[in-house]
């Protein structure tokens, strides 16, 4: 018989005192540079399912809109938040910010829109090409993905136009 998942199988949850503070930090931070965030997919679930952070999730996801700008507003957030102490990744390709302290971790992700959605890249090998794929389509996906997936990308960056088109 399969056990059955309950929220109390997650390996790794997150500190909600030191989450809440790292939201906090992050989103004074990005709109101190002029980045307006709110709270995306698991944390946004919670606070509206159940009016908290979920204490299962291991992370908190915040959204933001992509400018023309933004690759030295996020510089400057990840330098901030560097300087308050957190470990903070900035993946320019993604457009995305990772924060990290002991027990939270929240992610910084740009958006962008195209018509009536809102876009943005994702950082992981889709699971139709985990585990039974060769290295080489591995290989391949994050060759790809790393030179121009985001719209300052290595591609993109040798266009001369970068409208919502492109």
Sequence with gaps: MEK????NDFPTRSNINNLIQTIHDATE???HHGVQCWLCYGALLGMIRENRLLPWNNDAELGCWYTNDIISKMKRITADLTNRGY???YASTMGAISVKQTGAVVNINCFWREGDYAV???EEIPSIYQGYSSIFVRIFYQVGFSMGLYYDGFIT???LSKSIKD
């Design 4 to 7: 059955q998942s309950t929220m």
């Design 29 to 31: 931070i990005a709109q």
């Design 87 to 89: 470990t903070v990744y």
């Design 120 to 122: 943005r890249p994702h």
């Design 157 to 159: 960056s040798l266009r």
